[in-house]
């Protein structure tokens, strides 16, 4: 079955980086869209970063467009979220996530996404 666990989270004061990495089990890069999703406190669960299985285009969120770069290594299984020039507004718990089936108009929203990590929390503060 899929299992996605993420790991990388962190304190980091503002301006600074992390890169969060996701380690997917039962998931074929080439079959799954994959992304990153990121919840505030309070708030609803935001699109961030997603690579579409066929054919590989990225997209990105436009607040974080610029400043993040999701990657992913088929030979290892790892999803990667590198995240430069943070800024508070960046804190929230970030999720993995996976699909088989997600046509695009679907990417940017959560309840479409079959399969999540436990989340990593991500805090920016000086």
């Known amino acids: 079955q899929v299992q996605l666990v993420e790991s990388g989270g962190g304190l980091v004061p503002p301006g600074g980086s992390l890169t969060l990495s996701c380690k997917a089990s039962?998931?074929?890069?080439?079959?799954?869209?994959i992304g990153w999703f990121r919840q505030a406190p309070g708030k609803e669960r935001e699109f961030v970063a997603g690579?579409?299985?066929?054919?590989?285009?990225?997209y990105y969120a436009d607040s974080v467009k610029g400043r993040f770069t999701m990657t992913k290594d088929s030979a290892e299984n790892m999803i990667y979220l590198q995240m430069n020039s943070l800024k508070t507004e960046d804190t929230a718990v970030y999720y993995c996530?996976?699909?088989?089936?997600?046509?695009?108009?679907?990417?940017?929203?959560?309840?479409?996404?079959?399969?999540w990590g436990q989340g990593t929390q991500v805090t920016v503060s000086s």
């Open positions: 996530t996976a699909d088989p089936r997600l046509i695009l108009s679907s990417l940017r929203i959560a309840s479409h996404w079959d399969y």
């Open positions: 039962g998931v074929t890069f080439r079959s799954y869209h």
């Open positions: 690579i579409r299985g066929f054919n590989s285009m990225t």
